[in-house]
C-alpha cells in the first residue's frame, strides 16, 4: 500500500487544484497540468523501478 500511497496524493492534490479552480480554467492550462502530473509519476514510477526501496 506504501507504494501507491504517494501516487494516490499526487492524483488527489491535482484533482484538489483542477476542481477547486486554483489555475485559471482554461483547457489548456488544465491538460498542461495533467501533462506535468503524468510525467512527474511516471519517472516517479521509473525511479522506483530502477532503484526499489527493498533493495537500498
Known amino acids: 500500500m506504501l507504494y501507491w500511497l504517494p501516487r494516490l496524493c499526487l492524483f488527489l492534490l491535482?484533482?484538489?487544484v483542477v476542481g477547486?479552480?486554483?489555475?485559471?480554467a482554461?483547457?489548456?492550462?488544465?491538460?498542461?497540468t495533467l501533462i506535468v502530473v503524468i510525467l512527474g509519476l511516471g519517472l516517479f514510477s521509473?525511479?522506483?523501478?530502477v532503484f526499489p526501496p527493498e533493495r537500498y
Open 14 to 16: 491535482a484533482a484538489a
Open 20 to 24: 477547486l479552480g486554483v489555475l485559471p
Open 46 to 49: 521509473l525511479t522506483l523501478h
Open 26 to 32: 482554461t483547457s489548456e492550462d488544465i491538460a498542461n
